[in-house]
Every structure is written in structure tokens, then in C-alpha cells.
């Protein structure tokens, strides 16, 4: 008992320690270049790109590191049952695009705005550097979030499903509104934002493999720009 009780510990004391990592990391990713006399502000356009998808890539593979004894085996399991996986799982993403619907249908309502400020600033973003936002939002944002905000999280929460999903779901939500909203009513959109971290967290707590709910992020993120690319094409 003694030890299953450390164990518990270090596993909360991991996912505190990843989430604290991921936040630091991710506040100070145009500072970490000062550390080695390089001034990002100095930097030529393309070279902010290739440095923030190198930073990125960079912290995603330490936090792979930290937690390979899951992941691998992960991967593997994943790799072998991929399609079982997908056929039993896919369904939750649909319910998902539902749900955001009709939350952002909702909070519109009572906003002045039909998107939240970071869905602006992506497509933003994609207009000025479309390859360095498909790398990040397609490609590492799926692994690097996933990890920290199951994987974390259920270390976290490890005896309790219904704390895990709320925060995990919570927390993914607020991390894509609070860095950029510019208005109290905008935080409203934190409900739109949660949806897919309430779903890809219960779809970790069936399937007990952080692969699944990544590879759904994959998905969805990946279609949703690739839509943002058409509309913007179609428009110009």
C-alpha cells in the first residue's frame, strides 16, 4: 500500500512537473534564443519560422522523453489496432463538431464577435506564414497537447474519471482563450474550446491509449485548417 501511495505521488508530481514545463516553455519560447546572444526580434521572417518549429519540435520531444515508458508502448499498441481504434472512436468526433456548433452558435449570442481572438490570430497567422501554421497546429500541436493535457492531467486525476475529464477539458479550453482574449464576454468562448478537451479526455479514459485521442486531434485539426485554407483561397 506504502508504495502503491509513493507511486501515486510521483506520477502527480510528473504531470504537475510536465504542465509546469509546457507553461514555461510556451511563455518564453522568443526569449530561450537570447539564451545562446541571438535577439529573436533581429531574426529575418523565415528564420522566426524555422526557430518557433524548431522550439516547438524541441519541447514536444522532451516531454516525449519524460514520458516514453507510456508513450511507446502507446505507440506501438496503436500502431497494431489503429483501425479498430478508429471505426470504435470516430463517432466522438462527430459528436464533438456538434457540440462546438452549437456552443459557438450560443455564445455568439451574447459576443460581438462570430470568433474567439485566437481563432482570429490563427487565421491571421495562416494568411502570413501558412507553412509554420499548418507544421504547429497540424502536426505538434496534436502530440505536445495531448500529452500535457491527458496524459498530465491523468496522472493528476488518476483515481477519478470525472475530475480528469472536467479539468483536462476545462484547462485545454482556457489555455486557448486566456492568452488572447480582449474582453470578459470573450472568455464565454472557453465553453466551445473545452468540447474537444472534455471528449478526447473521455476517449483516453475507454481506451486507455494517449494515441487515440491524439490521433483524433490530428484529424480534426487537420481538417479545420485545411477547410480555413479552401475559405481563404475561395475568397481571395
Not at 15 to 26: H, R
Not at 53 to 79: A, C
Request: net charge positive.
Amino acid at each position: 500500500m506504502e508504495k502503491e501511495k509513493n507511486y501515486d505521488f510521483r506520477n502527480m508530481l510528473t504531470g504537475f512537473g510536465v504542465l509546469f514545463l509546457y507553461l514555461i516553455g510556451s511563455s518564453y519560447s522568443y526569449d530561450f534564443i537570447g539564451l545562446f546572444g541571438i535577439n529573436y526580434d533581429n531574426l529575418s521572417f523565415v528564420a522566426k519560422q524555422i526557430y518557433l518549429i524548431s522550439y516547438e519540435v524541441f519541447l514536444t520531444l522532451i516531454i516525449v522523453y519524460i514520458y516514453r515508458k507510456d508513450f511507446i508502448p502507446n505507440l506501438k499498441d496503436f500502431l497494431k489496432n489503429n483501425v479498430t481504434y478508429f471505426k470504435k472512436y470516430i463517432k466522438y468526433w462527430f459528436l464533438m463538431i456538434g457540440l462546438m456548433f452549437i456552443s459557438n452558435l450560443i455564445v455568439t449570442m451574447f459576443t460581438t464577435t462570430q470568433i474567439s481572438q485566437n481563432q482570429e490570430t490563427i487565421v491571421s497567422l495562416l494568411g502570413e506564414a501558412p507553412i509554420y501554421t499548418f507544421i504547429i497546429t497540424v502536426f505538434t500541436a496534436p502530440i505536445l497537447e495531448e500529452l500535457v493535457f491527458r496524459l498530465s492531467f491523468r496522472k493528476m486525476f488518476a483515481h477519478t474519471n470525472l475530475l480528469f475529464i472536467f479539468f483536462s477539458g476545462l484547462f485545454f479550453g482556457a489555455m486557448h482563450v486566456v492568452s488572447s482574449y480582449t474582453s470578459i464576454v470573450d472568455l464565454l468562448f472557453i465553453i466551445p474550446y473545452s468540447i474537444p478537451g472534455f471528449i478526447f479526455a473521455y476517449i483516453y479514459t475507454k481506451s486507455k491509449n494517449i494515441c487515440v485521442p491524439m490521433s483524433l486531434h490530428f484529424i480534426h485539426n487537420g481538417i479545420m485548417i485545411s477547410l480555413q485554407i479552401l475559405l481563404m483561397l475561395l475568397t481571395q
